[in-house]
């Protein structure tokens, strides 16, 4: 019997939006996937194979906040799912803030190993009251800070290690397309020349990766792949046809019917959105208008073989 790729379980999930978006973490949550962002988005990893970051150097057991979809699932016999760092921090004030994915990660840097702690997010809105790179780099400081105690105790302070935030935006404005744009901490002499050691100071990047759409010469690499990855528009075969010729990923056929059921539940996603502002619709025209549901979904043009299910529901 075939073993079941964790990759293409991770696709799949069952229900509405919030079932969705689980999803969505745990298949960023793949090792694979991990060692694609980690090698486009941090130095650290620049020059190593995609294939040696995720079997080298993804260390611990990544965790995904979304606990709700297959919360309790371990690590297979392929190593291919991880799960592990504490995802949330508190304050007695401030309450809980809880992490999309955090896991910690080792680097090779001038012949001795470090630790990063890194998170990832995936943000559909792009907007949500205050600029994201504000949270990304909030997300920073409190990794930093949560740090004493476990990494460090004491006056230690030579013991905390890097961490990252790093950003998925499905959509973002126009102007912030297929871009992933980084800050960081940096040494500036306003008087006089010096010259610290980075890994001193260098302690917190915030990474934003912006996605886009093809035919623009920036859509390659890490911008294609989450694009691909996360589309809904995007049919099964021709996800898993740019999956194994662009980026090596592969596909079973186990993964290949996962591939399937994602688009679907993505899909059945945006008809509940639209049923949803169809249904706010018809209820507008009648409270303002003082129409019937016949006479408000007659001035819609909603199809006759859906007025039944709109009127059940507007009777509920």
């Not at 190593?48 to 260390?59: C, D, L, S, T, V």
Request: charged content about 30%; glycine content about 6%.
């Amino acid at each position: 019997m075939e073993v079941e790729n964790t990759l293409a379980k991770s696709i799949t999930a069952a229900g509405d939006k919030a079932a969705y978006d689980a999803a969505c973490k745990r298949l960023l949550a793949n090792k694979i996937i991990l060692a694609w962002i980690m090698k486009s988005c941090m130095e650290e990893y620049r020059d190593f194979a995609i294939n040696e970051i995720a079997q080298n150097y993804i260390e611990g057991e990544p965790q995904i906040a979304q606990a709700a979809v297959h919360s309790d699932e371990e690590t297979d016999s392929s190593g291919e799912q991880i799960k592990g760092a504490k995802t949330e921090d508190s304050t007695i004030k401030e309450g809980t803030v809880t992490y999309d994915i955090r896991f910690y990660a080792t680097a090779p840097q001038t012949g001795e190993m470090i630790r990063l702690i890194i998170n990832v997010e995936a943000q559909n809105d792009f907007y949500p009251g205050y600029p994201i790179v504000k949270r990304g780099i909030y997300y920073c400081s409190r990794m930093v800070s949560s740090q004493y105690g476990v990494e460090f105790t004491d006056s230690h302070y030579e013991k905390i290690k890097k961490v990252y935030s790093i950003w998925i935006c499905a959509n973002p404005p126009k102007y912030r397309e297929n871009t992933v744009t980084r800050y960081t901490m940096q040494e500036e002499n306003l008087i006089g020349e010096v010259k610290e050691r980075k890994s001193d100071y260098d302690l917190l990047t915030a990474v934003m990766i912006c996605l886009g759409h093809s035919g623009d010469e920036k859509y390659t690499g890490i911008l294609k792949l989450l694009d691909v990855l996360l589309s809904s528009e995007k049919e099964p075969e021709e996800k898993k046809k740019i999956l194994q010729e662009d980026f090596d990923i592969e596909m079973t056929k186990t993964l290949e019917s996962e591939v399937l059921s994602m688009c679907n539940l993505s899909k059945g996603v945006e008809e509940k959105g639209i049923e949803i502002g169809m249904l706010r619709a018809i209820e507008n025209l009648m409270d303002t208008l003082k129409l019937t549901a016949e006479q408000a979904m007659a001035a819609l043009k909603v199809p006759e073989n859906e007025k039944a299910k709109y009127a059940s529901k507007l009777n509920k």
